[in-house]
């Protein structure tokens, strides 16, 4: 990441960035830390020269942190927002925004979630597309097996 300036093309160095917090938070356990460092770096620039699409990875990014900190009402209120504009989203971070807003669901004890979780899945099957489904069903069992969201 040192390898890129900021000066040099600032839009790159956003997206190498979203692209490390995304690896912070999938890694086992999550570095949520790290993940919350390299956000609150790239705010500022998000602000002056991020695309729609750079704000949108930032809000699920943002999402996800919460998520994986217990903060389960603000990761609702982020994943929700996030929702509302998907369109701008590759197809799969869609799908996986949905999955965190379906887990968070679970979290908050609502009734349908893993009735809308199980339908992504199998929605997602059906478009063969095995390996993101993998990571859906992977998502609720860890979801529905553990105590707390930083494990999942």
Do not use: C
């Not at 938070?25 to 956000?39: K, N, T």
């Amino acid at each position: 990441m040192a390898a890129i300036d900021a000066r040099d093309d600032m839009v790159l160095w956003i997206r190498i960035r979203l692209a490390a917090i995304s690896l912070s938070l999938q890694a086992s356990p999550s570095r949520v830390d790290e993940a919350q460092s390299l956000l609150d770096a790239v705010a500022p620039a998000l602000a002056l020269v991020g695309t729609a699409r750079n704000r949108q990875e930032h809000l699920y990014l943002q999402a996800q942190l919460a998520y994986h900190r217990g903060e389960l009402d603000r990761a609702a209120l982020l994943a929700k927002e996030a929702l509302a504009a998907t369109s701008l989203m590759a197809f799969r971070d869609q799908v996986m925004l949905e999955a965190l807003d379906g887990r968070i669901a679970m979290r908050l004890g609502e009734r349908d979630a893993l009735t809308r979780l199980t339908a992504l899945a199998e929605r997602v099957t059906a478009m063969n597309m095995p390996e993101v489904a993998a990571d859906i069903w992977r998502a609720i069992a860890m979801t529905a097996t553990t105590d707390g969201p930083s494990s999942g």
